[in-house]
């Protein structure tokens, strides 16, 4: 019997899917010959051409947590040159103090004999001298770019430099159109404020083997900040230090800039600017960036009070500790991407009669222009529909384009993985206001390959019929008025690259921004080669 169960219930889904995936224009009862013709139910499937274009936008909305750095030219796509600026996350409990060694900036107060050395009004001390700072002051800062993904070749020479942002600009304050990869970042950039630089590969040779084999490990590029900052950082701990210490008698005198993100970058460092210099051949996936200190202490007193050593630097140094802190860049705080292009065959894609194109971050993009008028006249006008009394209903819309990986070699790597169809018209907001697809007038559609050609891709959408009718009832169409759209309306929809961030359990969507990473497809145009296959029922007293 489970034999037989089993064999029936395959044909059974056999037989469903030819009827909902059937292409024929006039079928005329599908599906309705099980039914008793008492019934006044008829289910039909048609095919809908979709018409698609190519279309350009020459900048993409590009605030990011893992923007691209570097410069590549691409045989098939031009030149790419992408830079970026990042924010750091300010704590209002930072400070550089000697007796805890652990790998962060959120400690207790600094204890340190630095404010007499460096040439402050008093001597009288209040709190507890746990330990001090070497020669009072920082060993080195530095910069540290960690990547986790390179494009091109990973031993091309490369140099970036470092500048600082201009204080005065107020980027909590910036519009959502600033943040856009054709963003001049010269207007937030201090050009007389540049902290350094540094010639890299990608393939990370800086680092030594010991290093890149540890399991932790991730590639990172280590530019040293010039002296000048580093002694003002140095400063600002130390007055913050004391700002914070209310047995001192003076910690009403000196402002704590950490105590909020504001002062620290209207007084000590607004962001950075981080832009390629030199070379053609590599760009990398910016993973995390951070502004490291090292320096050295040494232990006045023990805990218990007993004198350790003197302050003189000839004394042991078994009691001389190195430390490293750092401040990063997090979600919290502002960080953008900026990208020039050179395509230089960029009129003979638009212009391409059999293939549309979509990449990231070059802003080419797909248009189909989706057929909402005619799904609707077509249900509403079958010959078989009372329209006194009768309804329909749309069962599907299924949707899917075939698509092929461009030739080149940046762009030929990496098949453009998701693909969001949004109005074209609401293309710039829907990722300004952090939008996620509804399903009901946005979507997406992720692609898998042709298991007979690996050349081939298709962009599943799956079954439309709740973005048809939202569409339709967005744009004026009202069902209980028993009224139609025009047979010949349609909704342009962008077809652009995405990136979704979903729950791990229950796949929900989280987030959506706009996907940065080097891809593209060639999507088939002309012939019909994008369809709808749609299926509807008409219900009740039939003609």
Partial sequence: ????????????????????????????????????????????????????????????????GYPLLGRLSDPE???????????????????????????????DLLRTSAPAALGYKWDDFKY?????????????MTLRIYYQTYYGDSLTPMKLSVWGLDPDVEFEALSEKEFYSNTDFSKFTDEENFLGSKGYTSADRA??????????????????????????????????????????????????????????????????????????????????????????????????????????????????????????????????SGYSFDDPDKATRLADKDTTYVSSPEG???????????????????PLRDVSDSSYFLNAANFYLQGYKPKGVLMNATPTP???????????????????????????????ADSTDEKVYYYNFGNLNSLVLGLAEKHGWVKEDNTSLPENYTVPMALVPVELNTNSTYGTILSSSTYILPSAMKLKRGDNAQQLQVVYTIEGRLK
């Fill in 1 to 64: 019997m489970k034999t037989i169960f089993d064999r029936s219930l395959w044909l059974w889904i056999g037989a469903l899917f030819v009827a909902l995936t059937s292409c024929e224009d006039n079928m005329e009862k599908v599906g309705a010959s099980t039914l008793p013709e008492t019934d006044g139910i008829v289910m039909k499937t048609v095919t809908v051409p979709v018409e698609s274009r190519s279309a350009y936008r020459d900048s993409i909305y590009v605030r990011t």
């Fill in 77 to 107: 796509f031009g030149e790419i040159e992408a830079s970026y600026l990042a924010q750091f996350y300010s704590s209002s409990e930072f400070t550089l103090n000697g007796y805890n060694s652990a790998d962060s900036c959120i400690f």
């Fill in 128 to 140: 507890i001298p746990w330990d001090s700072i070497c020669g009072n002051q920082l060993d080195s």
């Fill in 207 to 336: 680092n030594s083997d010991s290093v890149r084999s540890l399991s932790t490990y991730m590639p990172f590029i280590e530019i040293k900040l010039n002296d000048a900052l580093k002694d003002k950082f140095y400063r600002a701990a130390v007055e913050a230090a004391i700002s914070r210490d209310e047995d001192n008698p003076h910690h009403g005198d000196y402002q704590d800039v950490f105590k909020s993100s504001s002062a620290f970058r209207k007084n000590l460092l607004s962001g950075i600017c981080v832009k390629p210099t030199f070379g053609d051949g590599s760009l990398i996936k910016v993973y995390y960036t951070a502004i490291y200190f090292f320096y050295s202490s040494f232990h006045k007193y023990d805990e218990d009070g007993s004198l350790l050593r003197n302050f003189d630097d000839s004394a042991d140094s078994t009691y001389v500790t190195k430390h490293t802190k750092y401040i990063a860049v997090t979600p919290d705080v502002i960080q953008m």
């Fill in 364 to 382: 080419y993009y797909t248009i189909v222009d989706f057929p909402v008028g005619k799904i609707i006249s077509t249900m509403m006008n079958d």
């Fill in 418 to 448: 998701t693909l969001l169809m949004v109005e074209n018209s609401e293309l710039g907001t829907f990722f300004e206001n952090s939008k996620t697809p509804d399903y009901e007038t946005t979507t997406v559609g992720s692609y898998v």
